[in-house]
């Protein structure tokens, strides 16, 4: 039985200009343990699913419709209180900006003891000792002098580190990652996927790892679901999914990206166009005005995640890429060169 | 067909909107906004039109002199003061002063803030600190104190008490706009025309100011209704304009004020007409800055 | 694509120091931010070169010393030969049609109160090149050139989205007909799928127009695409330049090895084999950088030997490749590897 269960979610932002449908009936499963990467880029719906999941959606959103099930309750339709509960104790998340997350105005170590106190019942000094343990896992050198600090003492990449130790503090069952790397430089993005790596072993736990970044869905994940326009429009394992990928926005993802690794080449292939209006709604695949391989029936009908390849290899599409069109493995020129 | 050709037809854009259209669209949608606007248009109607509202000069004894005069009652809408003189007119007539103060004193204030608050900021500096000391002192001395001050040494015309109360709102000016151009000094576009090669005074003029200046057009609204009441206040204490031929609410207050519980409406309602027409500003100022945020555009 | 032999920027150890100042009533000099510390490249015409590195490594303001819009302390910088680091400010607006940026923030470079006729025409008006009608039509060729449709002139900033704004500030830095453009981080601000098109654009134009561009960036992947050479900036100085895949193929400096380990590539089976260098700690402050070495407080293979208290030059260490570092060449023969113990950790996963 899946640890998490979403199924048909949908989220609507209400504001005066017009109602935007950010989410149009997301499902996916997460089983114990397991490493799910949502890729996409800004607006396609990423953030707003995972926000929604634990009822921290901003004052214009509402769900309306589907069911996240956790633990034999349907997390969506839990009062206030009991959600309190499970958020941060059971589920907890890690966002971009540590700056932001973060009270400015609190030491770090108050924020950590803070949460220790209030989901595990502990009292001050074991919740002081467990925060220096903690803050020592995530690799601060000089916890227990660190506790004193306040936020604004910290580099981003230490910040972010003191944010995955909050978030763990609880031992949580799943870890939701919100583009945790996005605003730092690139060797200390390389520190801190590596320490969730290495975190998501330690405690077993499972990890939703949301992103724009290809390439690291590419090191950090099991499993990989893209997302466009507020659906999910391809989910499989990882490495199938960059081997085969079957849905044109997959394919043009991975086409229209430089490669550090690829030999200089002609052009890029970009995705002609742009992404669509979520106000508007589309009736056939919101994909369609920019797919090379659409038709008729793609404007006219959406279409639904169906197997294809293997039978954990789901694509939305009437057209999928066909095998032709399939990259050559950059990767098999790389290795051996 | 080239590719950047392909991509620019793929562009749609809709309907042009200019900046102030899409803030004049939001002003209008603002209930708060639209109720100021209709407040201050009565208000704005009553002093132009004075003499053709008033029923009465404001200045005649138009019924019996009494130590109690009479309330709202026929033939007087809001009743007589102790003079015989019909209130309603002379607070319609009180109407044309407050207005007027109330705008040259946020002209003077806005003119001379904006000179001091672009030196101040363009310049920085000693000019900047200079400036800003000045500016300083002036709010730490409590506005009315301030008005009161400069009256007395400048004397108690009409036009010397608009010029006082306009000064008292120098320094915010001036400070809101430094901020602003603070603010916009370092911005990219800024650095873009500086890169271009055009010179400093067109980056101030053309680049700078105009995106500066909205915090000010919603504080200068603001400083209106403050200026109003100022001036009530300055006649409160019997530091008001001294033309008797024009009756300002302040100075109404002022003569009724130990008149409170015999003639109550001597003192409610030139009390409420200083209210209400703040009361306008105070929305329409409102109303603009949520119109005019640029938090608002995404 | 014409690329002429001769460099038509020479920088020659270019320093900016912004001093800091601590106190309110009297501000006193407590030191001074670094930024560029003794920095020396070329740029030859015709070529892109890239120039990377993270947060705090100086290559945003090394691009706009270039274009003297911060001020240099020192050094030299060459354009065509004519010194502009020192030039007088008369003389300058000269040498600014040259020379053009592009800026990073698609939303900040504009600005929002002039339509993208004026925005574009701007530069022409300024240095007297086309008033009016003139240059009304040179507004219309550029929109076209970058690919915006015609109608956009009369329209303001904020009705178009990101990568439509890049492209106008693209159109406003050709309008003088530049020989350099500098572009800071023109791309990441933007959306994956838009980047690919703005940078095909970038690569049309300099085919078509024949220009030059410092192509400033932390995202490695972006950059080696694009770039003819590529040098590494770290802490206010440059670690290594090379040709593009010289440097990708083969780093000799180990900061660029580090950085090139941490790039995340979009393909999982070289993420789950590939080497990772991974640096312990932060960047350190450019305030009070390390002494010797900027680098030796990170690097996997820093010795106790001359590494803390010699700043290494950079040096030819092959054709076309200078690199500073003492020991690039015991590196890479092998004879010093990574230190196990303390400080960096190699992980072959």
């Known amino acids: 039985m899946a640890l998490l269960s979403v199924t048909d979610l949908e989220v609507k932002f209400f504001t005066r200009r017009a109602t935007v449908h950010a989410v149009r009936g997301v499902s996916f499963d997460l089983e114990p343990g397991q490493t799910l990467g949502i890729v996409g880029e800004s607006g396609c719906g990423k953030s707003v699913t995972s926000l929604a999941m634990l009822g921290i959606l901003p004052r214009a959103g509402r769900v309306t419709g589907g069911e996240v099930r956790f633990e034999g309750h349907n997390l969506l339709e839990l009062r206030d209180a009991r959600l309190r509960?499970?958020?941060?104790?059971?589920?907890?998340?890690?966002?971009?900006?540590?700056?932001?997350?973060?009270?400015?105005?609190?030491?770090?170590?108050?924020?950590?003891?803070?949460?220790?106190?209030?989901?595990?019942?502990?009292?001050?000094?074991?919740?002081?000792?467990e925060a220096v343990e903690l803050l020592g896992r995530v690799g601060i050198p000089n916890a227990r002098d660190r506790l004193d600090d306040y936020p604004h003492q910290f580099s981003g990449g230490m910040r972010q580190r003191v944010m995955i130790a909050m978030a763990i503090a609880c031992h949580p069952k799943i870890l939701i990652a919100d583009e945790p790397t996005t605003a730092l430089d690139v060797t200390i993005q390389a520190q801190i996927l590596d320490l969730l790596r290495r975190l998501v072993e330690e405690e077993g736990m499972a990890l939703i790892l949301i992103t724009h970044d290809l390439g690291v869905v590419a090191g950090v994940c099991e499993r990989t679901n893209v997302m466009y326009a507020g659906r999910f429009v391809e989910t499989a394992p990882t490495g199938e999914l960059f081997a085969r990928p079957r849905h044109p926005y997959t394919l043009g993802l991975l086409k229209s990206v430089p490669r550090l690794d690829a030999a200089r080449k002609e052009k890029l292939d970009p995705i002609g166009g742009a992404p669509p209006e979520l106000s508007l709604e589309s009736p056939g695949c919101s994909f369609a005005p920019r797919c090379a391989y659409a038709t008729q029936e793609s404007r006219e009908r959406i279409p639904e995640l169906r197997a294809l390849d293997t039978k954990d290899h789901l694509v939305a599409c009437w057209n999928p890429v066909p095998d032709e069109d399939l990259p050559t493995r950059v990767s098999d020129e790389w290795a051996a060169g | 067909m080239s590719i950047a050709e392909a991509e620019a037809a793929q562009i749609s854009l809709e309907r042009p909107s200019?900046?102030?259209?899409?803030?004049?669209?939001?002003?209008?949608?603002?209930?708060?906004?639209?109720?100021?606007?209709?407040?201050?248009?009565?208000?704005?109607?009553?002093?132009?039109?004075?003499?053709?509202?008033?029923?009465?000069?404001?200045?005649?004894?138009?019924?019996?002199?009494?130590?109690n005069p009479q309330g709202p009652s026929e033939g007087y809408l809001l009743g007589l003061d102790e003079q015989g003189r019909d209130l309603f007119s002379r607070i319609v007539f009180g109407a044309r002063l407050s207005l007027l103060v109330g705008l040259v004193s946020v002209l003077v204030g806005l003119t001379f803030?904006?000179?001091?608050?672009?030196?101040?900021?363009?310049?920085?500096?000693?000019?900047?600190?200079?400036?800003?000391?000045?500016?300083d002192l002036m709010l730490s001395i409590p506005g009315l104190l301030l008005a009161i001050g400069l009256v007395s040494i400048l004397g108690r015309g009409l036009f010397q008490i608009m010029l006082a109360v306009g000064i008292i709102q120098v320094p915010i000016f001036?400070?809101?706009?430094?901020?602003?151009?603070?603010?916009?000094?370092?911005?990219?576009?800024v650095l873009a025309a500086r890169s271009v090669g055009v010179p400093g005074r067109k980056i101030l003029l053309v680049h700078i100011l105009p995106n500066s200046i909205a915090p000010l057009i919603v504080q200068g609204t603001l400083a209106m209704a403050t200026a109003i009441i100022e001036v009530a206040a300055l006649s409160f204490v019997g530091l008001g304009p001294r033309d008797p031929r024009f009756p300002e609410w302040g100075t109404i207050l002022a003569e009724n004020a130990n008149r409170l519980q015999e003639s109550a409406h001597l003192v409610l309602f030139p009390g409420l007409a200083i209210v209400l027409c703040a009361l306008g500003i105070n929305l329409i100022g409102d109303g603009l800055r949520e119109a005019i945020d640029p938090k608002l555009k995404s | 694509m014409n690329k002429g032999t001769g460099s038509l920027v020479e920088v020659e150890d270019l320093n900016v120091h912004f001093p800091i100042r601590h106190g309110v009533v009297i501000s006193r000099y407590i030191g001074d931010v670094r930024a560029v510390d003794g920095v020396s490249f070329d740029i030859k015409r015709g070529e892109t070169l890239g120039l990377v590195g993270e947060s705090g490594c100086g290559k945003t303001t090394t691009g706009r010393a270039i274009l003297r819009l911060v001020e240099p302390t020192s050094g030299r910088i060459l354009f065509e030969g004519n010194d502009i680091a020192q030039m007088p400010r008369k003389d300058l607006r000269r040498m600014r049609r040259r020379m053009q940026m592009v800026f990073q923030d698609p939303y900040s470079s504009l600005n929002p109160r002039q339509n993208v006729a004026n925005i574009v025409a701007e530069p022409l008006r300024v240095h007297g090149i086309a008033e009016g009608r003139e240059a009304e039509k040179r507004v219309r060729e550029l929109l076209e050139v970058v690919g915006l449709p015609k109608d956009s002139q009369n329209r303001y900033p904020h009705e178009f989205s990101g990568g439509q704004r890049q492209r106008i500030g693209l159109a406003r830095s050709l309008a003088l007909n530049p020989d350099l453009i500098v572009a800071d981080e023109p791309v990441s601000a933007l959306d994956v799928s838009i980047q690919a098109q703005i940078i095909n654009l970038l690569e049309e134009l300099q085919d078509t127009f024949d220009l030059t561009y410092l192509f400033i960036a932390h995202d490695l992947a972006v950059v080696r695409h694009i770039s003819d050479r590529v040098a590494v900036m770290y802490l206010g100085k440059i670690m290594e330049i090379a040709p593009s895949a010289h440097l990708y193929e083969r780093p000799l400096h180990p900061y660029t090895k580090a950085l090139l380990?941490?790039?995340?590539i979009p393909d999982p089976k070289v993420e789950r084999t590939r080497e990772r260098i991974l640096l312990r700690g932060d960047l350190p402050s450019s305030v009070d950088p390390p002494g010797g070495c900027r680098f030796h407080t990170r690097c996997p293979w820093a010795q106790r030997e001359r590494c803390p208290d010699e700043v290494p030059e950079l040096r030819v260490l092959d054709s076309g490749h200078l690199g500073a570092c003492h020991y690039a060449e015991d590196i890479e023969a092998g004879r010093i590897t990574t230190r196990t113990l303390d400080d960096a950790v190699v992980v072959a996963s």
């Open chain 1, 85 to 129: 509960d499970v958020r941060g104790k059971d589920i907890a998340m890690v966002f971009q900006d540590p700056m932001t997350s973060l009270n400015p105005s609190l030491k770090i170590g108050r924020q950590i003891t803070e949460v220790l106190t209030k989901h595990l019942k502990m009292d001050k000094d074991s919740s002081e000792r």
């Open chain 3, 261 to 264: 380990s941490a790039v995340p």
């Open chain 2, 18 to 67: 200019g900046l102030w259209r899409d803030a004049l669209d939001r002003f209008r949608r603002n209930p708060g906004a639209l109720v100021g606007v209709f407040l201050i248009v009565v208000f704005i109607v009553a002093a132009l039109f004075a003499p053709a509202i008033a029923p009465f000069d404001p200045q005649k004894q138009v019924g019996p002199l009494a130590t």
């Open chain 2, 174 to 189: 001036a400070r809101l706009l430094r901020g602003s151009i603070l603010g916009q000094k370092e911005a990219d576009y």
């Open chain 2, 113 to 135: 803030g904006l000179v001091f608050g672009a030196l101040a900021g363009y310049l920085g500096g000693w000019v900047d600190f200079t400036i800003m000391r000045v500016m």
